[in-house]
């Protein structure tokens, strides 16, 4: 059996540094690989909440932890110029030791940029624009001195020091929503992991597809590496039926609406080894990075649970 990782979704809405960081060292002392934060200005239907900040609370959390990888699930990349992005990433990574993935998007929320005044431009276009910066933050990672002239993006003669300190870059993560082909382009083009939600996960044999064309445009960029499979799912754990229950009942799914396209959430329901026989089933389409989306997570209660009862069973 292949190796499998799990990591946490940290909440970062009416919530506070204090209990974020309780939320990540309990993860990291129960055994997960990586923590995920989300890159939003503010909580995505609840505008007027708190929200905290994805990198200030990264670099805060890169000095409060050793071994548990850091990530972005998934940076907007509409928010900053990737010349920036490429900076704070590198001082993140500097920061942590190596220990950061970087999660990049083409952005999706339009309603929080309009708000903030920042343009939201049509679906090809955001797509394409990920992709030239994508080139823009892997040169200055890589090259002393980048000089590019794109359609976005403009560099001349750009220093980018010190460089990450992962080689030759810190891992890239696309999240995928739907089997767009341009999306699925540049995750063959630029990513070492790709991740879809489970809100849009489609069919195994409609996966088995998607997966298809991820191969067959790697082969046109000449790319001969893996490219790893990932899942962002919700997961209610309880050490009992009685206990499922309530929190079945408390936490309801919930369906995400983006344009015209309403998701359903699907979601790990179960005791400890229920879980474990539901996300085995995910293995079987070759998915081996999991991030769990607990909606109690700053209880703690769900991150020892699925700490001392699930990851146990995928440490072979």
Request: proline share 5%; charged share 30%; net charge positive.
């Amino acid at each position: 059996m292949k190796k499998v990782f799990f990591g946490a979704n940290i909440e970062q809405a009416c919530t506070d540094y204090k209990t974020i960081k309780k939320t990540v060292v309990e993860c990291e002392a129960q055994g997960f690989d990586f923590v995920w934060l989300s890159d939003h200005l503010y909580d995505v239907g609840n505008p007027q909440n708190p929200y905290l900040e994805c990198w200030s609370v990264l670099s805060a959390l890169a000095e409060a932890t050793s071994k548990i990888r850091l990530c972005t699930i998934v940076v907007n990349n509409l928010l900053r110029h990737p010349s920036l992005l490429a900076k704070m990433a590198s001082t993140v990574d500097d920061i942590s030791g190596g220990r950061l993935d970087l999660g990049v998007g083409a952005g999706w929320y339009e309603e929080e940029c309009v708000a903030h005044g920042i343009p939201f431009p049509k679906a090809s276009t955001r797509i394409d624009m990920l992709d030239e910066a994508l080139t823009v933050i892997k040169k200055l990672w890589t090259e002393d001195r980048t000089s590019l002239e794109g359609r976005f993006y403009r560099l001349k003669d750009a220093y980018s020091y010190p460089k990450p300190k992962q080689r030759p870059t810190p891992p890239i993560w696309i999240g995928v929503m739907k089997g767009r082909r341009r999306m699925l382009e540049l995750v063959a083009k630029h990513a070492d992991v790709w991740t879809v939600s489970s809100l849009y996960l489609p069919s195994k044999d409609e996966y088995a597809e998607i997966c298809g064309r991820v191969e067959e445009y790697k082969r046109r960029f000449n790319r001969n590496v893996e490219i790893k499979r990932g899942l962002g799912i919700g997961c209610i754990v309880a050490k009992d039926r009685s206990n499922l229950a309530e929190k079945v009942l408390r936490f309801k799914p919930r369906s995400v609406a983006i344009g015209d396209y309403v998701a359903k959430q699907r979601r790990v329901e179960g005791t400890p080894e229920e879980c474990v026989e539901q996300l085995r089933v995910f293995l079987d389409l070759g998915l081996t990075y999991f991030v769990m989306n607990f909606p109690d997570v700053d209880t703690l209660e769900p991150i020892k649970l699925f700490g001392e009862k699930v990851l146990p069973e995928f440490r072979g």
